[in-house]
């Protein structure tokens, strides 16, 4: 699990939505952040990623990965971004979880305006 969502890190970083999109299930959901409309599929998760990727954002871990004893795992890390008022970082917790092939099954992204900051100069 830590290994899959490492290569989820550096595929986002390499800005390679498919990639990403490949390290979700077929019916896989997303929902980021959390309370927003979910992506269901692996053809909507693409679109979301291809999005995504266009911003420029680059993520950095900002702990290690932590894996659980079931099937899920989960990762802070920021996200760093231009944003119209300037150089910005955004305070992410992913949780996902696999299914029984090892893909995601479903990834939600916790993060809401508070974690939204001036990235510091």
Known sequence: MKAAMQAYIDAFNAADPEAIAALYADDATVEDPV???????????????????????????????????????????????EMPTGQSVIRVIDVMRFDADGRFASMEAYWGPSDVAPAAG
């Open 35 to 81: 309370g927003s409309d979910r992506k269901h599929g692996r053809e909507a998760i693409l679109a979301f990623y291809r999005m995504a990727v266009q911003t420029g954002a680059r993520l950095s871990l900002a702990a290690p990965i932590r894996a659980s004893h079931d099937n899920a795992a989960a990762m802070a890390f920021d996200v760093h971004l």
